[in-house]
């Protein structure tokens, strides 16, 4: 069974740096993209990036690019988002989700992870 | 960028009844492939979205026959035969043939 497993939620101030990790299982990691997708209290779906864990090939959106990192470790088979410098803006959930790149198009996000709530409050 | 519109925003939903959600995409989502790259997400309340419809109209693994998707370029539909109270959510659609990769607003469906 595909499985997108999401740590747990954070609490941070703003300026402080943070980790967050999606652990795939039940698949071979490194054949699929992990995508990032934002949702702000009450609002909707934003897209942040998608990175290729098989060799490290990361496309950001512009609005994110330089605001956060997209990575991988694959002898744990898990993705993370980094931020350096939290905001309060950054207060949102963040979801990962699999997908894959054929023809050199990007394939729907077929599982997703259970969400993780980040909060930025001094 | 490519903007991603649906309608309606709300749609209340007599259970049983049919219903449909449109998305209209700013830029033709066809692709040289023949395919249109359009996907259907829901999300039930407190939970994450989950693939209904890839590629316009195909359904994804476990989901109801009820659920059905259409369209070509810019014009797309999501249909439900005959609402069930389970069904109720946010539904967004999604386009991928270009980064960055964006959504539809939303459209809520509640049931009356």
């Known amino acids: 069974e595909v499985q997108l497993v999401q740590s747990g939620a954070e609490v941070k101030k703003p300026g402080e740096s943070l980790n967050i990790s999606c652990r795939g299982s039940?698949?071979?990691?490194?054949?699929?993209?992990i995508g990032w997708v934002r949702q702000v209290p009450g609002k909707g779906l934003e897209w942040m990036g998608i990175f290729n864990p098989g060799d490290s090939d990361t496309r950001y959106s512009p609005s994110f690019q330089g605001q956060v990192t997209i990575s991988a470790d694959r002898s744990v088979s898990t993705a993370y988002l980094q931020w350096n410098s939290l905001k309060a803006s950054d207060t949102a959930m963040y979801y990962c989700?699999?997908?894959?790149?054929?023809?050199?198009?990007?394939?729907?996000?077929?599982?997703w992870g259970q969400g993780t709530l980040v909060t930025v409050s001094s | 960028d490519i903007v991603m519109t649906q309608s309606p925003l709300s749609l209340p939903v007599t259970p049983g009844e049919p219903a449909s959600i449109s998305c209209r995409s700013s830029?033709?989502?066809?692709?040289?492939?023949?395919?249109?790259?359009l996907h259907w997400y829901l999300q039930k309340p407190g939970q994450s979205p989950q693939l209904l419809i890839y590629?316009?109209?195909n359904r994804a693994s476990g989901v109801p026959d009820r659920f059905s998707g259409s369209g070509s370029g810019t014009d797309f539909i999501l249909k439900i035969s005959r609402v069930e109270a389970e069904d109720v959510g946010l539904y967004y659609c999604m386009q991928t043939l270009q980064t960055p990769l964006t959504f539809g607003g939303g459209t809520k469906v509640e049931i009356k």
């Open positions: 590629l316009t109209s």
């Open positions: 989700a699999r997908t894959t790149i054929l023809r050199g198009v990007v394939r729907d996000f077929d599982y």
């Open positions: 830029q033709s989502l066809l692709h040289s492939d023949g395919y249109n790259y």
């Open positions: 039940g698949y071979s990691f490194s054949s699929y993209w």
